[in-house]
């Protein structure tokens, strides 16, 4: 698509995407998918659902249960067959009511003929995002201009093979870029998640914060306090602990409660990773430990309990994790706990260190990782917290970094990316498009290749 082409296709998304849109007769009652819902030249959308059953297209792809994916799915969903994890399929059946018949969950790492695709293989690969999300690799002909948009591929009926990588949302690393999917191969479109495309958002690594948040918890619990300095602060004094007679040294709660918020599905990680620091059970209300339950983590499942007396972690929606609301929660309980513990874990409670550049050159920006180190020291206790309460905003994200989506971008071969986040106005649009023509002017001075990191996990 050329870009004058490319600009219209985009004034076109915009308009379908009118948020005063309502469904009638005259509208043939269901919005437009936009272009880049539904790939090129194939006859396969993703995470479209709001958009009901779009022209031409015969599979529908969902890259992971999180609610603004799967807009309008439920049990009325007749549009098609649906394709995800098998995790997300579980999920998708348990939380939404699907009916089974029109759910495939596919393996992941494989490459799957998409049926009735004319040919289209696809490979799931671990999003490092949320349980059961996935990336989805695409390989095959063009044989259909599927969906609503007017701007059509001249390639379709070609015997030309085509690669599209979709992202959905995803916390990029550098195994990704070295699957042996996508490794060393032409990639046409990668359909990327612009969440965070700022350079204000360089929030450190997902290893980082999960270690240092049950590394925090632990040294409170057992007195040692926030920093050195704070030894004998009165952080140290707020939680008492006996030592298990069998395991002499590791802390056993007593009247301290850790409370770990939430979204419906994500942030697990985290809280494993306290209740094993604390060596305690983690205890939530029957409808999380059913969405719990869906995902294939015998681990998470091992801890978890009914009873929340036995729980020194409790996981709850991100909501309570304030004053107010928490208060209440502990208040449920009847005095069992006196003292609380609460962490917030979401990148937008990321603040970026004073003199950040907004326009950083990318040579500087691969010279500079952030956060070399992250530890507990580096988690303070937010606005609102009192000797009882004590409250921790955690720069944790399951979505990539500004830092990531470089590293990430510089690592593929591709010929065009399409943005799927912050693209509802022109001015956001043209603020992404402006750091893609960057990322794509330096990777012509680069030699081929993955961009040097520091483990697999993260660059």
């Known amino acids: ?11 076109e998304a915009e308009n379908v995407e009118d948020r005063s849109f309502r469904a009638t007769k005259a509208n043939g009652g269901r919005r437009k998918a936009p272009f880049y819902k539904v790939l090129q030249g194939m006859p396969i959308a993703v995470d ?22 799967y807009t309008n799915l439920s049990s009325t969903w007749k549009a098609g067959p649906i394709y995800c994890s098998e995790g997300t399929a579980n999920l998708i059946i348990h ?16 490459p799957t003929l998409v049926p009735r695709s004319g040919g289209v293989t696809v490979t799931l690969i671990d999003a490092n995002h949320c349980p059961g999300s996935a990336l989805f690799f695409f390989e095959g002909p063009q044989t259909v201009n599927a969906g609503d948009s007017t701007y059509k591929s001249s390639y379709v009926g070609s015997d030309r093979i085509f690669r ?4 959905g949302d995803f ?10 999917a996508v490794k060393g191969k032409r990639i046409d ?7 965070y495309l700022n350079p204000r958002y360089l929030f450190p690594a997902q290893a980082q914060v ?3 948040c049950a590394e925090l918890a632990k040294r409170l619990v057992s007195g040692q306090g926030l920093a050195p300095e704070d030894d004998k602060g009165s952080v140290s004094n707020w939680f008492t602990f006996i030592p298990k007679p069998e395991a002499k040294g590791d802390p056993k709660l007593t009247n301290t409660l850790i409370v770990v918020g939430t979204y419906s599905i994500g942030k697990e990680r985290i809280v494993k990773a306290i209740a094993k620091a604390l060596c305690t059970k983690i205890y939530c209300d029957s409808r999380k430990a059913a969405i719990l339950r869906c995902q294939s983590d015998p681990e998470l499942h091992g801890m978890l309990t009914t009873d929340p007396f036995s729980a020194n972690v409790h996981l709850v929606p991100l909501g309570v994790v304030t004053s107010d609301r928490l208060k209440e929660y502990i208040g449920r309980w009847k005095g069992h706990w006196t003292k609380a513990i609460a962490f917030r874990p979401t990148g937008w409670t990321y603040s970026p260190p004073a003199g950040t550049s907004t326009t950083p050159s990318i040579a500087s920006i691969l010279a500079n990782p952030p956060h070399r180190e992250f530890t507990y020291a580096h988690l303070r206790p937010a606005r609102g917290s ?18 990531e989506l470089t590293c990430f971008a510089l690592s593929l071969d591709w010929a065009r990316i399409v943005a799927t986040v912050n693209v509802e106005s022109s001015a956001s649009r043209a603020k992404i498009s402006g750091w893609i023509a960057r990322w794509e002017a330096e990777r012509r001075k680069r030699p081929p290749g993955v961009v040097p990191y520091r483990t697999l996990e993260y660059w």
Not at 1 to 11: F, P
Not at 49 to 65: K, M, Q
Not at 171 to 180: D, F, K, N, V, Y
């Open 386 to 403: 009192t000797p009882n309460a004590q409250f921790f905003g955690v720069p944790y994200s399951e979505h990539s970094s500004f830092f």
């Open 95 to 110: 939380m939404l009511s699907v009916d089974p018949k029109w759910v495939h969950p596919l393996p992941m790492n494989v």
């Open 210 to 212: 999960i270690s240092a």
């Open 48 to 69: 479209a659902f709001r958009y009901g059953e779009i022209p031409d297209v015969t599979s529908y792809f969902l890259t992971h249960a999180h609610s603004d994916h």
């Open 171 to 180: 916390r990029a690393s550098p195994e990704h870029t070295l699957h042996q």
């Open 164 to 167: 599209y990588l979709h992202c």
């Open 1 to 11: 698509m050329s870009s004058h082409k490319e600009n219209n296709a985009w004034k």
């Open 189 to 195: 479109i990668i359909y990327l998640d612009t969440t």
